[in-house]
């Protein structure tokens, strides 16, 4: 929700978090090779000051409430997929040979003004894609941040028709998920990393922390662990389930 132009809010600073503490990873690459040098700069700068105040106060500006930690990736992520489809023409995803694609394809001019009309056409093209429309339409809210950062009201075309195809989706049979082919492949890969630690790489209070785990796990005590102990956690058994589930 945004709040109005005369709530204290707006008097609070925002403060300078790093993208560390956001949990915001670099611009991909698709980007950074298609902007100038000079674009990049001002496309950093942007981003650095949208991310700080959706991490502070873009849940609901009234509140002060921002979004979590664990949102922000996910959130740049969706943001930078529409910066690809609007500057190259088309999301090039993790897979494509981006040199290829930004050759091939020709986006709009460079601008971080974004408008009503760049969400619009950009919900049109989402409508297109095959996945679910809730999955869009999740996609689609999160791009939509970049507009209330603006202090401009939107939402989707035809709104009320989109959330009656939600339901109708919801109560399909066949309905399955709501993840992307890409997303399901983060999800597995994720899955493999699961529980692999190096203890030599652990601070004290990490260390502390696995062990009392492990022991725990394990029935024994912490000074009693050894390397096998640290390994034993590693299994096929999640990751097993994983896959299924995601390939079901």
Known sequence: MVAPEDHPIHDKP???YSSKEMNVPEVRE?????????????????R????RWAFDR?????RGE???YRSMRDIINRV?????????GKEVGKNGDIDEVIESEEGENFTVNFTPEHLNRYWYHLETNGNLTDSNRRTVNNVSLILKHQRIEWKIPNSEEVYEDIHREERNAAFKDWFRDYELKDIKSASLRLNI???NQLNEE??????????QALGKPKYALSDEDWDSTVSWKLPSLVYMSCDL
Not at 36 to 45: A, G, K, R, V, Y
Not at 58 to 62: F, L, M, S, V
Not at 206 to 215: D, F, I, M, Q, T
């Open 58 to 62: 873009g849940k609901n500006e009234r």
């Open 197 to 199: 630690v190096d203890k």
């Open 30 to 46: 698709s980007l950074q090779k298609k902007l100038t040098p000079l674009e990049l700069q001002m496309f950093e700068d942007w």
């Open 80 to 88: 930078e997929r529409f910066c690809e489809w609007l500057f190259i």
């Open 66 to 68: 921002g979004y979590s």
């Open 48 to 51: 650095l000051d949208f991310t």
């Open 206 to 215: 990490e260390w502390n922390k696995r062990a009392v785990y492990l022991s």
């Open 14 to 16: 925002i403060p300078e």
